[in-house]
């Protein structure tokens, strides 16, 4: 399974960026997919994920500003970052979990500037 992640960039703070990750399969096969972050110095953590049933869940400091939705037609998963700060500053991982393995796309970089 391949996962390519598309989007990054540099927007001011405020501003919103959308990141998009695209599967080499059907993405109905996978439990869940979802999107984690790291910054320079820290552990990566998670962002959002979706279920295959229609859940989805934020981490704290995203909630209210961040949607991740998917368009099954086109095995893409998107997170919409709305009212970006600096400290959303990280490099952007698209995940994915079916019945047998986790797998890890390549990462976006998104940098705010203040």
């Known amino acids: 399974v391949q996962l390519q992640a598309y989007g990054g960039g540099l927007v001011q703070a405020g501003g919103s960026l959308r990141v998009s990750c695209v599967a080499s399969?059907?993405?109905?096969?996978?439990?869940?997919m979802g999107w984690h972050r790291q910054a320079p110095g820290k552990q990566r953590e998670l962002v959002a994920i979706?279920?295959?049933?229609?859940?989805?869940v934020y981490s704290d400091p995203v909630k209210g500003r961040f949607t991740i939705s998917r368009d099954n037609a086109k095995n893409t998963v998107y997170l919409q970052m709305n009212s970006l700060k600096p400290e959303d500053t990280a490099v952007y991982y698209c995940s994915a979990r079916d019945n047998w393995s986790s797998y890890w796309g390549q990462g976006t970089q998104v940098t705010v500037s203040s």
């Open positions: 399969r059907n993405i109905f096969s996978f439990v869940n």
């Open positions: 979706t279920t295959s049933g229609g859940i989805t």
